[in-house]
């Protein structure tokens, strides 16, 4: 008798998550179907609602994106060619591309290592007399050290926009992330911890001129209609996205306990198996909502080690394996490889494991039991010319612990 192969383990189930709420989810869109109104309208109206209330701001105004949620505020303050804006250089892609497509100038700020987000001593050194703005990212999930980075932008008189589009519902500080900034940025991207059917995001502030501005902004800048004073674009939030996000919203928080629970029984587990992996850590004072569980391999083991969890069906990812300052279409910046050494490390080095609130135990033990196989048999059959796996990435909180989110 052979037993059957064991079923694999996906890096997320988008399915998993829907599919419970079907009934509600088709109820709001027939609803949507049933007023005809497609665009704006009383579920986007909801919706923007509930993020405020959320993120603990007065505005909140939906729009076709994250992406556009973060082009959306650096429009509104009119940042253009000669300006440059601070921003780590570890992130998804958007980030930066908000940046380059209004003609300023990305100036990419190294990570902290523990962290993977942007260090606010490495941004107070790229600040010049033509900075304007700062987007610090909060990654995986985990927000960023805001205390510091609004320091450091009220000194010199900075915009800062908040990229939570991996996190919403983290704070810093006891502050909703997004609610700290002058902006906040929020994607509903099928896989972002709050996903619709499709794209989707969220601006939010506490300036009301300025929420006004990034309503027209997103409307071609008409106000009233077919009467232009900006040139805006059309990014508005589909009603259908909307109901079906306000559906899900009602989760939001449930959904974040369990990707906690997962990442804390991850770190456990796999510390109590002795891997030499750098686990995840969360810093005091601020919390994370998991949107991805994030390893370190050190010595060049990562491809390997994302190889063997593939071949027993084991899902993961790199996020991100090209740092965005060594990317083709950022040449003319003058970038070169060791310009932000712990980014380039972290980018050789990060694998991300399966995380969705869904994810059962069993599901977990084995992803736990894989990792720990390859770093057991890592050590002793590791090519010679590597070092074995036993030595930590430098910088990487083998020891910490993993959470102090609440
Ligand atoms: C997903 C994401 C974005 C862009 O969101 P979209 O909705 O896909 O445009 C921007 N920044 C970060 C950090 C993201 O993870």
């Excluded at 923007?48 to 993120?55: F, I, L, R, S």
Aim: hydrophobic share 40%; proline share 6%; net charge negative.
């Amino acid at each position: 008798m052979s037993a059957a192969a064991p079923k694999p383990v996906p890096m997320l189930d988008v399915n998993r998550q829907n599919a419970p709420l079907l009934p509600e989810i088709d109820a709001a869109i027939a609803e949507v179907t049933r007023t005809g109104t497609f665009i704006n309208g009383p579920a986007c109206r909801e919706f923007e609602e509930a993020v405020a209330a959320q993120v603990g701001v007065d505005h909140a105004i939906g729009c076709a994106s994250g992406s556009d949620a973060l082009l959306l505020p650096l429009m509104a303050e009119n940042i253009g060619p000669g300006d440059e804006v601070l921003l780590p250089s570890f992130t998804f892609f958007a980030t930066a591309g908000a940046v380059a497509r209004l003609g300023a100038k990305p100036v990419f700020v190294d990570i902290l290592p523990d962290t993977f987000n942007i260090d606010p001593e490495d941004a107070a050194r790229k600040i010049t007399p033509a900075t304007k703005a700062m987007i610090p990212v909060h990654l995986f999930g985990q927000a960023a050290d805001m205390k510091s980075l609004m320091a450091l932008a009220e000194e010199h008189n900075l915009v800062v926009i908040e990229d939570a589009c991996q996190a919403i519902g983290a704070t810093a500080g006891g502050v909703a992330a997004g609610g700290i900034g002058h902006y906040g940025a929020f994607s509903f991207y099928p896989t972002k911890n709050l996903g619709g059917m499709g794209d989707g995001g969220m601006i939010t502030t506490n300036n009301a001129e300025k929420a006004d501005v990034i309503q027209r902004l997103r409307n071609h800048g008409q106000h009233p209609r077919y009467y232009h004073h900006l040139v805006g674009v059309n990014s508005r939030l589909d009603a259908i996205q909307a109901a079906v996000l306000n559906v899900k919203m009602q989760y939001l928080t449930e959904w974040a306990e369990a990707r906690r629970a997962h990442a804390d029984r991850y770190t456990s587990e796999l510390k109590s198996r002795k891997v030499s992996l750098g686990l995840p850590m969360v810093t005091s004072g601020v919390s994370s909502v998991w949107n991805q569980y994030t390893v370190r391999v050190a010595d060049g083991q990562r491809d390997a080690l994302q190889q063997a969890l593939n071949a027993v069906g084991i899902g993961s990812a790199i996020y991100y394996p090209v740092p965005l300052h060594l990317q083709g279409c950022f040449e003319s910046l003058g970038y070169s490889e060791g310009d932000l050494p712990h980014t380039e490390q972290a980018a050789q080095e990060v694998l991300s494991l399966p995380m969705f609130p869904e994810m059962t135990t069993e599901e977990q033990d084995r992803v736990v039991a894989a990792v720990a196989e390859f770093n057991q048999s890592g050590s002793t059959t590791a090519a010679p010319a590597s070092v074995p796996m036993n030595t930590p990435a430098a910088g990487a909180n083998v020891d910490l612990p993993s959470s102090k989110a609440g």
